[in-house]
Structures are given as C-alpha cells and as structure tokens.
C-alpha cells in the first residue's frame, strides 16, 4: 500500500509526510516517557519546574536538528536529481544536433522551443529566427490555420501523426518535406511535440522525370509500326503497342514461337 501511495505522490509530499511521521513519533514517544524519566531521576519536587523548561527545550532543539538533517538530505538529492537531468539533457542536444533529420520541439501553440541545425538547413533560416514564431511560418498563406489546427489536436490528443507537406524556405522556394510528429512529456509534467522532418523535394521530383521518361518511351513505342511488346521475369507480358494489336492471330503463333 505504502508503495502505490509512494507512486501517486510527488517528492515534495513525500517530504511533507516524512517530515510529519517523524515529529508526530518524537512528540508522542516524549509525551509519554519524559516525565517518567524525570520521576525515576529526580526525588526533589521544586527541581522539577526547571527540569520541564530544559525538556521542553531539548525537545524542541533535536526536532530541529532532525529536520535540519531531513530537509538538508532533501535538497542534496534535488540537487543530485537536476544535476543528472541536465545531464541526460545535453546528451539528448548532443544527439539530436548530429541528427541527420530535421528536428524541433514545439509548445501547444505551435511555438518553437528547439530546432536543430538540420531542420534550419531545409528552410534556410537560423535558430534565431525561429525561436518564439509559430510552425505556420514555414507553409503559405493558406495553409496557415490548417497547419495550426492539426497540431493542436495532436497535442490535446497526446497522438502523433506522420504526413508530408508544401513547405517554403526562407527564399520563398517551393519545397515538400515528409514530417513524423511525436508527443513527449518532460520530467516537470509538460507536454511538449516533438517533430522530425525529412526534404524529400529532389526524390519527388526525380520520380516525377522518371514517370515523363517511361511515359516519352512509351508512347515513342505507341507510335511503332513494328509490333512491340514487353515481358516480365515470368514471361507474362505488361506491355503491348498497338501495332501487336493489328497482327492476326496465326502471325501472333509464330510471333511468340519466335519469342521463345
């Protein structure tokens, strides 16, 4: 039981609580056996007034030692304990900026926090200028307010969500990023989103020279008179021009009997 309490609790209570067990224990256990104590070393009932001043004093001293000990141990494991976040947080800059991929962090707003020095390389800007201005700066005008409302629902939702958007650089140059975004908590209990971003512009548009190029090729071999066609591993064919189309079918026999 103590155990799950310990879970749902932050430190601070922890602390709160440990504090007060222990002056609750103190307190009781000098309720009850102090005066016996004095009764057993003491036979002379006008030494006692003076006796209850010192214990009342000596009591109220070691709780404050205690507690001097118990926050000073507190504070020393605070410490530790930041000591090792700020720690495991250059390591994770660290990482991050040797990352090849475009990354930043961005609050409920859409505002920067981070980027790395490869995310400012796809959109020619520096750290500077993106720090504290929102992602919608980096889509035209009219997508604006789309790409507002997107994030904030996957920061209410605490989802992530990959896709690919028509960005522009900082000279206005056209380009198309593919972005995976990935909801985080820190260790304080902010959430955060953090976005990793690939320029797929050069491989979209060499697939784009590549489909002129098969469909130039193909309609070159539309307009053959020669019969035409193309065959896969498997010897099935996926591609016949319309010259095959007008050959009779005795000629198609001996066409494929050559073919083989």
């Excluded at 709780?63 to 090792?84: C, D, F, G, P």
Aim: charged fraction near 30%; charge should be neutral; hydrophobic fraction near 40%.
């Amino acid at each position: 039981m103590f155990t799950r309490l310990k879970q749902h609790l932050d430190p601070e209570w922890m602390m709160a609580i440990r504090v007060s067990v222990t002056f609750f224990l103190l307190g009781s256990a000098w309720i009850l056996f102090s005066d016996r104590l004095v009764f057993l070393l003491f036979d002379n009932p006008e030494e006692y007034t003076n006796i209850q001043s010192w214990k009342g004093e000596f009591f109220v001293i070691t709780v404050a030692i205690l507690l001097l000990l118990m926050i000073k141990n507190y504070l020393n494991r605070n410490r530790k304990l930041s000591e090792s976040l700020e720690q495991s947080e250059q390591r994770f800059k660290k990482v991050i900026e040797k990352s090849v991929s475009g990354i930043c962090i961005t609050d409920k707003y859409g505002v920067f926090e981070y980027v790395n020095t490869a995310f400012c390389a796809i959109y020619g800007y520096e750290v500077n200028e993106f720090l504290k201005n929102k992602i919608d700066m980096l889509v035209d005008e009219n997508l604006r307010e789309t790409v507002l409302e997107v994030h904030a629902q996957l920061f209410d939702r605490n989802e992530g969500r990959q896709g690919t958007w028509a960005v522009r650089d900082k000279n206005g140059v056209a380009k198309t990023v593919v972005v995976d975004t990935v909801p985080i908590t820190w260790v304080n209990g902010k959430k955060r989103l953090v976005t990793f971003v690939s320029d797929v512009t050069e491989h979209i548009k060499a697939e784009e020279e590549l489909r002129r190029s098969e469909q130039r090729y193909r309609n070159m071999m539309e307009q053959l008179d020669v019969p035409l066609y193309i065959t896969d591993n498997d010897c099935r064919i996926v591609f016949a021009n319309k010259a095959l189309e007008k050959v009779s079918e005795p000629s198609m026999k001996r066409l494929f009997v050559i073919a083989k």
